[in-house]
């Protein structure tokens, strides 16, 4: 999906067409354009609201103190956008000691890395990944022992490569990675080659897990002649000659930033956005790469609220 802004009206026309028609003294108004009264929102879904973003960020509900407490601060602010993106910033990046989660900031990317982990490797647990590890690490030290080092360096990618999902949550949550690079961790391994065998199968899935669609014939005769021979093909653009060239292609093209929107309003809103709503929040994304605030901008809208 390509946005693209076009206009038939010049600046010239635009002159034009005020020098005739407006007055001085005109005053235009806009109907059904009145500013939500939000005194006029009754408690119950305030508290409707505290206890979804709960849920959402942190994966579970608030205590009664909780409750109590965001309630009251959000209705002395009078459900400000402003006091909304303060709770939602508190749930997502406060590192003060919670009981049973550490802190909110490390529940939050937990809960990130459960749902990038259920996208891409159909929700594995970290004992299907410590079992997968375990297994690979104890043949490469086998196969050192015996002297095959072919086999060695195998089972030795294949370990390290699960090594680094377990530790993308907290390269990600102290800022060590992006989330582009833990997508890629979470498609260049053994799991998720299981899940999709054989390259057919590994370039269908990534296209449609990441893009919410499946190749075009070319760019999946160019991505297969990349992944199965290693072979220099041109995707989106650009060239690659291996699996890691190609997913740092397919995790940089438009198209890997749209689909992460489209991931967060499908998970926060049960929805895809609106071409306007993906045109509002790509281009600072693709500077920043900052998802928290993708998801920010949804969690503090009326419509997430439901006080519209």
Do not use: H
């Amino acid at each position: 999906m390509f946005l693209k802004l076009t206009t038939n009206i010049t600046i010239l026309t635009l002159f034009l067409l005020c020098f005739g028609a407006c007055k001085k003294d005109d005053v235009t108004v806009f109907e059904d354009n009145t500013i939500p009264d939000y005194d006029e929102v009754p408690t119950i879904l305030v508290q409707n609201y505290v206890n979804r973003l709960f849920i959402d960020l942190i994966g579970r509900e608030p205590v009664d103190l909780e409750m109590d407490a965001e309630v009251a601060f959000l209705e002395e602010n009078d459900l400000s956008s402003a006091s909304r993106a303060e709770l939602v910033d508190k749930l997502m990046f406060d590192e003060t000691f919670v009981e049973g989660d550490s802190s909110y900031n490390f529940a939050y990317y937990q809960r990130i890395y459960d749902g990038a982990k259920a996208r891409m490797i159909d929700g594995a647990s970290e004992g299907i990944i410590l079992e997968d590890y375990t297994i690979a690490f104890n043949q490469a030290i086998a196969d050192s022992m015996n002297g095959n080092f072919t086999a060695y360096e195998i089972n030795k990618t294949r370990y390290e490569r699960l090594q680094l999902i377990m530790d993308s949550k907290e390269d990600l949550r102290l800022g060590d990675i992006t989330i582009d690079e833990m997508f890629r961790r979470l498609i260049n391994n053994s799991i998720y080659d299981e899940i999709n065998m054989n390259t057919f199968n590994f370039v269908n899935a990534s296209f449609d897990d990441l893009f919410y669609r499946f190749p075009t014939q070319e760019e999946f005769d160019n991505a297969f002649q990349i992944i199965e021979l290693n072979q220099a093909g041109n995707l989106f653009g650009q060239v690659a000659q291996n699996k890691a060239e190609y997913l740092t292609i397919l995790t940089t093209t438009p198209e890997y930033f749209e689909g992460m929107i489209q991931w967060a309003y499908l998970s926060l809103l049960s929805r895809e956005p609106s071409p306007n709503e993906v045109f509002n929040l790509i281009g600072q994304f693709q500077i920043d790469l900052n998802y928290p605030s993708v998801q920010k901008s949804i969690l503090i809208s009326d419509e997430y609220a439901g006080f519209n």
